[in-house]
Structures are given as structure tokens and as C-alpha cells.
């Protein structure tokens, strides 16, 4: 692919969705944007990219940023931010004397589901320890194939073998043939909606705890810093963040301060609920 039809490419993914696409990546646009440009009846890349220097329909917009999105994720996802999510931030939760005893949760970038229904499972598990609370699972994502994906909640013997442990697979799946389905009792904990994270998040409400686990790894620095001081400002003020094991507020905002010991764990800077996370994160 040439320069300049790669900069268009480059363009588009970076103001549609945020994506980078650095030039050692153009293979990837052959190989993923193929299958979109046979779909939207174009003989080639080329013919496609033509149309996309014209006024391109917004569909064929969408089928490109869906078609450049990695959707690479797992059950218990790195293991210690579940175990963080049920032994420091629920009992924190537990503790609080709260009026409204209402957990809401947000998985900013939820891809086919594994991480929403991974706390779902948990929370499942912990309800009998929080009687009277009600627990309410956001899951986003730019991605409407990828959700729809996550709303069926079936999944293949490699996924449910990658991160879930089999007590969860025997208790909340039901397997047919080859695949297995999670059952509605943990579907229904999880209301699934298409959200860029490049929008307006006013329209989502507010949130005590954030995941936005491996997707601003893929945008620039100012990118992640008005995506994160914009989830912040949707945060109660005793909320929890979490990124990905690989991603940091460290050099991007000032918004968020890290609870020492937790890679990946992050609270508002102004809040003062962390000294008490990080003694319990300590004890367990
Ligand atoms: C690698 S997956 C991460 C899934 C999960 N959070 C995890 O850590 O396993 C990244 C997801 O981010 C989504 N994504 C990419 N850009 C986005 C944007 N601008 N707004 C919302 N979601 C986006 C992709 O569609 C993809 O499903």
C-alpha cells in the first residue's frame, strides 16, 4: 500500500476511533479491510480507498473502524484484578454505610464479553455477602459485531479453557455441542450498548467503578488524556479505574492517583477513600 493511501487509512481510524496505526502496519490493513471492500462490492483496496476520498457513506466508516479493532480479550483477564474487584473493592463497598446501595460498573471497552460476565460472576457469588444491593454492568464497546457476540454469550472449549475456572464454567454455562452458553440468570446482570469512547459520556451516567482494560494502549498520548480525565469526571468520587496490565496514568493525567501495590488500579486524585483500599490491600 502507498503512502498516501495508508494516510488516508491512518486518517480516518485515528478520528473515527481513536486507533493508531503506525506504518509497520499497513499489512494489517490488506489482510482485515479484504473481506470490506468484497463486501461493499469494490474489486480491490484501491477501488475502496477512491470511494473514501469522495463522501464515503457512514456505513462503510463503521465497517472499517469495526474491521480495524482488536478484540483480544479473556475470562479473568490477568487474574489479580478480579481478585482485587472481590477481596478490596467489594468489601470497601460492603463497609460503606451507604444510602442507595447501588454498585454501578462500567466496562468501557468489553469486546465479546468475557470481562463484563467475568464480574458478574463474581458478583453472583458475593451477592449473599451484600444483602440488598443492587449491582448494575455497563458493557460498551465501538465494535456492534463484537457486541452482539457478547449479548449470545456463547463461547468456544478455547475460550471458556482460557481463564475461567471450571467451577464457574460447571456452574453458569450450559454446553452445547462444542460451545458453551452462559446462562441467562449472568446474561441479564449485563445491559451491552454500542459507545465510541471518542463521544460524549454524559449520556452513560455515573460510575463507581471503571474498567478500561488494553484498549488506550492503541491511541496516542493525548488521546488517553482526554479519555481518562473525561471517565474520571463520570466517577463518583470514591470510585475505582482500572487499565490494562500494560497501560498507566503515569506522564498522561493528574486526574487519577494509583493505589501503591495494585498495577492498574486507580482512584480520583482528590479522593481520600485510597489509604483504606491499600490497608486491605495489604492484608490479603
Ligand atoms: C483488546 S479489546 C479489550 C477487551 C477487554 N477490555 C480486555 O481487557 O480483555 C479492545 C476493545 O476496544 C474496542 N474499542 C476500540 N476503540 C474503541 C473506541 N473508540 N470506543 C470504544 N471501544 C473501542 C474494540 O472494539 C475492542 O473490542
Redo the contacts with the bound molecule.
Sequence with gaps: MNITDFDIYGDLLKKE???VLSQDKSYLIESRLNPVAKKWGYENIGNMTNALRAVPPKELIADIVEAM??????FF?DARPFDIFKDTILPYYMKKPSANKHLRIW?????SG??PYSLAMLLKEEAAKMPGWRFTITA????NE?LEQAKGGVYSQFEVQRGLPIMFLMKYFTQNGDKWTINDEIKKMVNYKY????KDMSVLGKFDVV?C???LI?FDQPMKKDIMERISKQMADDGFFFL?GAETILGITEDFKSVSNVRGLYAKHDSHHVEQVQVAVAAN
Excluded: K, P
Excluded at 107 to 111: G, I, K, Y
Design positions: 476511533s481513536g486507533l479493532t482488536t478484540n483480544e480479550t479473556s483477564r466496562c468501557a471497552a468489553a469486546a468475557q470481562e460498551t464497546d465501538i465494535s463484537i459507545f465510541n469512547l471518542l474498567f482494560r488494553n484498549v492503541y490494562g
